[in-house]
């Protein structure tokens, strides 16, 4: 298993794990918030809308569908 | 050295292809693993699996950012490193993503392109116990609402919005293509028992903060359903941006690729042929082609999207996601440009790629306007003018693409 920390949280995944599946998987639906304030999450799950964007070990605008996850891979939503 | 930029069917069959012929190939893709949308790095492809290996190098994870015709080179952009890659020959093969037509909404986390759904949980999210009901068009609900079935998924209903008429003029169609109908056959056994309609669609999603359920109608019947997650499909559009922002006409480019698998394997073996010099070899692949061609064309007029689709979006439905501008605001502009420069509409990071052509399908508007990036990058890739540093892929070759 790979572990990940989402928003400080420790969650366990399988390797492989692509981490827009991992953050869904864990119960994650707010990705980012729209310009008006909206919740939103994946959409196109290819890499071409993103909505699924997410802070990676400090680096923000991560597609995270695009990314697979990493042991101690850091991710805010 | 030709570059081939896509590692989906097309793009392996093109560059698997130009191998043959003796020409040296460097395969580019956005994705982590070659296979494209469909096939998604899956091993057990034999293509895929011919294709890694194959020996020709791919730089996956890779973007392409720009294009210099001139110089014939390709901005790229990787995983913290960028780079100019040269090509003699240049084969597209940017595949499609899924088109997406606005509905109230359509903007809540939950729901999803029915590819994308696959593609996550092909990718490990957990579908097993989850309420999932799929609207739209085409064969593709069909084939990810049996995947879902098989990964332990409640798929609630399945809601076809062409009639039934029209999916019965696709049946002698489909007897052309006995491997469809196989592919077919063992579709319907994995989704028996769930509920298909046909000339039926999703009008709206509703939730708080994200999906709980699906309004959905056929005819004058209009109901509910309750879901954790929604696929909506309403076909493919390709990936032109790399292509417009080439100008017309350009020289040593050829493009394969349509959204339907073996269309676009077999132009992509067209193009790998041209692009190898030899045009001669294509002759062979015409039968293919051709019916390649009739299976695809007869799913466009089966599954051609009905009138009623345009006016499910309500003036307070967001319809670029990036800017969140809605349906009236657009509506008060006669073409894109005026929309774009008024309200940002398909000025955010997707660029247009989800709301370009939904705004095509509402207002007939013309969308196509390529600039460079074609794609959001870093600064510092804008500025970068050496060459792909070889080490980027591990893959001793790829210090000769430069060259």
């Not at chain 1, 070990?57 to 991560?62: E, I, K, Q, S």
């Not at chain 2, 890659?85 to 595949?95: D, H, I, P, Q, R």
Request: charged fraction near 20%.
């Amino acid at each position: 298993m790979t572990r990940i920390s989402i928003n400080g949280h420790q969650v366990s995944v399988p390797p492989g794990t692509m981490l827009a599946s991992a953050l869904l998987g864990s119960g994650a639906f707010r990705f980012r918030n729209s310009v008006s304030g909206e919740p939103r999450a994946p959409l196109c799950g290819m890499g071409v809308c993103f909505e699924c964007r997410v802070t990676v070990d400090g680096h923000p605008h991560a597609r995270s569908c695009q990314v697979p996850v990493r042991e101690g891979m850091e991710v805010n939503t | 050295m030709i570059v081939v930029v896509g590692a989906g069917p097309a793009g392996i069959a093109a560059a698997l292809r130009a191998q043959e012929c003796g020409a040296r190939v460097t395969v580019i893709d956005d994705n982590p693993n070659p296979g494209g949308q469909i096939w998604r790095g899956d091993d057990e492809n034999s293509w895929v699996a011919r294709f890694r290996s194959s020996g020709i190098p791919l730089l996956s994870s890779t973007r392409v950012v720009a294009v210099d015709v001139e110089a014939r080179s390709l901005l790229v952009e990787t995983d913290g490193v960028s780079g100019r890659l040269s090509w003699k020959k240049l084969v597209l093969a940017t595949g499609s993503r899924e088109l997406f037509l606005p509905f109230p909404g359509w903007t809540l986390p939950g729901v999803f392109g029915v590819g994308g759904l696959q593609a996550l949980a092909k990718t490990g999210l957990p579908v097993a116990g989850k309420r999932i009901v799929l609207g739209g068009t085409g064969p593709l609900l069909l084939a990810v609402g049996a995947y879902l079935r098989q990964h332990g998924a409640d798929v609630k209903l399945i809601a076809e919005q062409a009639n039934i008429q029209s999916l019965a003029g696709f049946a002698p169609e489909l007897l052309r293509h006995p491997r469809k109908v196989l592919q077919g056959a063992s579709l319907q056994w994995a989704i028996a028992g769930t509920p298909y309609r046909t000339g039926c669609w999703i009008d709206s999603a509703e939730g708080v903060n994200k999906l709980e359920r699906v309004t959905v109608r056929s005819g004058r019947d209009i109901w509910t359903e309750d879901c954790d997650y929604a696929g909506v499909a309403w076909g493919l559009t390709p990936n032109t941006e790399l292509l417009e922002s080439l100008g017309p006409e350009p020289e040593d480019v050829y493009v394969a690729g349509s959204g339907e698998v073996d269309l676009s394997f077999v132009e992509g073996e067209i193009a790998g042929l041209n692009a190898a010099g030899y045009p001669e070899r294509t002759v062979l692949l015409a039968p293919k082609l051709e019916k390649a061609r009739g299976f695809a064309a007869a799913l466009a007029t089966t599954f051609a999207l009905r009138d009623e689709l345009r006016h499910l979006a309500k003036p307070d439905t967001i319809v670029c996601r990036c800017e969140d501008v809605t349906y009236g605001e657009l509506r008060k502009f006669t073409s894109f440009r005026a929309a774009k420069l008024q309200t940002r509409c398909g000025m955010g990071p997707c660029q247009g790629r989800i709301c370009g052509p939904a705004n095509e399908f509402l207002f007939g508007w013309e969308t196509g306007t390529v600039r460079p990036p074609v794609f959001p990058a870093k600064i510092a890739t804008l500025f970068s003018d050496a060459p792909l540093p070889a080490d980027t892929t591990g893959q001793p070759d790829t210090k000769e693409i430069t060259s």
